[in-house]
């Protein structure tokens, strides 16, 4: 069963009237692709990641506080139609959603840096989103999900408000 069918299914009875799941895809807290791939490396989410989140932040519009929201080692990150959600995962041996520990309406996402392709056999697309009034969701996606990773960052883009002069 794909990811987006366990977010569906794990939504069932929960989802706003005629909102659709479009993805469902596994990630990693900023520098868990390579700490789970060089086992237990310290990874790179000290000051490469603050460093990230300030180039990504300038020029910010909205009230976005700058605190990382915070997220276990391993999520699943959900997309709708109307709302962007992070899920604990459960299950002992096949990823699936479980608690429901982050939901934002797609209008209350003020900015999303530029994904970076990490290259290296720890291969990742990081992403930050910026969350008006909550602060800042950093993640990054495993190389096997940097292709419906992509996908899904295209979608939040342009289900983004437009920035207001």
Request: glycine residues 12%.
């Given at each position: ?65 700058a ?34 520990l ?62 207001q002069?």
């Open positions: 069963m794909a990811q987006v069918d366990k977010v569906r299914k794990r939504l069932a009875g929960e989802l706003l009237p005629g909102e659709q799941v479009q993805y469902g895809i596994l990630a990693f807290r900023i520098g868990g692709v390579r700490k789970t791939m060089i086992g237990g490396a310290a990874g790179i989410a000290g000051a490469a990641g603050a460093a990230a989140v300030n180039v990504a932040t300038s020029g910010a519009k909205a009230d976005v506080p605190a990382q929201l915070p997220l276990p080692g391993r999520f699943i990150v959900g997309l709708t139609d109307q709302r962007l959600m992070v899920f604990s995962i459960g299950g002992f041996f096949v990823a699936k959603p479980k608690k429901l982050h939901s934002y309406a797609l209008d209350q996402l003020a900015w999303m840096s530029e994904p970076e392709l990490i290259a290296g056999v720890a291969q990742a697309l990081r992403v930050f989103i910026g969350v008006a009034d909550a602060g800042v969701l950093s993640f990054e996606f495993p190389r096997l999900q940097v292709a419906e990773a992509r996908n899904m960052v295209r979608r939040i883009e342009r289900d983004m408000p437009t920035p002069a």
